[in-house]
C-alpha cells in the first residue's frame, strides 16, 4: 500500500522521475500490472512499466535516489548496499530507523538531523506511522517542558498492507495490534524531539489497537508539561507552530488543522486535509491527571508513509544533495 502510494504522489511530482520499479526475484521481469494489483481509487501510472531485481547492477545509472516501502527484513540488506553503490535511500521501513548514525526525520521538527549523513550518500528514515503525528502533535509543546505522555491509538486497516487483516477480526470489532508499534511508539518520537546525539528524556507509555476504518490513524494523547497551559492556548500553539520545512512542496499550509467541534477530527472527513500531509487536532481539554488530552489524526500511508518519505526526499533536494 505504500508502494502504491508513492508511485501514485511521485507520478506527478515536480522534482522526481519514476525511472526504475524494484520487487523481489518473484515480481522481476513482469511489468507492474501482472506484477502486483492496483488497490487505488486512481489509475495506475506505471502498469506497462517493468519490474526489476533490488540490486545495484539493476539500479539505472542515471538514479542518485531510491525510495523503499520493504519489509523490515529484506530492507536491512538492500538499504544498505544501495547506499554502498552511491545512493541515497529515503526509506519507509523500520530496519535502520534507530541507528545512531541514521536520520530519523519529520522535515518540519527536525531538518537538522540531517547532519548525521555528513552530506555523503546513506539512509534517512520517515517515522512510524503513528510516531508521526505523535511528534508532530509533541513538538509545539515542547518548550513547555514535557515531562510525560501516554498515547492510545485507532489504526486504519490499510497500514496493515494488503490484504491486511482478516474480516473475522476487524467486522464489529477493535483488534490489539498484531506488531511491535508500541515500542515503536514509546521510541521513535524521542529520537525525533532530541538531539542528534541524545534523544529526548520523557517517556512515552503507548497502546494500539486497529478499528474498522480503511485509512487515517487517530490517537488520543495526554501530556504531563512543567508549565500548566489552557486549552485555548495549546490550540494557539499549535496553529502558530512555525513549520521548519515551509518551502517544500509537500509540507501543507496550514500543518495544523485545528477543530473546536466535538467530533472532530474524524478519519471519514480530516484524513485527506492538506492533500493527505495535514495534521488534524481536536478535543483539547485539561486533563485532571496529566496537563493536557488531545485527540490528533494523520492519513497513515501519505503523511505517515509515502508523503512523509517524499518530504523527506524534498529536503535532500533543499539541501542540494541531490540535482
Known sequence: MVGQRLIERLHTHPQFEIAYLGASSRSAGKVYAQA???????????????????????????????????????????????????????????????????????????????????NKPGIITNPNCCAIPLALSLAPLQSLGIKAVCVSTYQAVSGAGYPGESSWDMIGNVHPHAGNEEEKLALEPQKILGTTTEPASFPISARCVRVPTADGHLLGVQVLLEEHISPEQASEMFTSYCSRAQSLYSSPTPLFEVYTLRDRPSPRFDCMNGDGMAISIGRIESCAVMTLKYFVLAHNTIRGAAGAAIANAELLVSRNLLS
Open 36 to 118: 502486483t494489483r492496483w488497490r487505488l481509487p486512481s489509475k495506475c501510472p506505471v502498469s506497462d512499466m517493468f519490474v526489476q531485481e533490488c540490486t545495484p547492477k539493476s539500479y539505472p545509472k542515471n538514479v542518485q535516489l531510491l525510495f523503499s516501502a520493504l519489509d523490515s527484513t529484506p530492507a536491512k540488506k538492500i538499504e544498505s548496499e544501495a547506499v554502498e553503490s552511491g545512493r541515497y535511500v529515503v526509506s519507509n521501513a523500520g530496519a535502520h530507523r534507530m541507528d545512531n548514525q541514521t536520520p530519523l526525520i519529520i522535515p518540519e521538527v527536525n531538518p537538522e538531523h540531517l547532519s548525521l549523513l555528513n
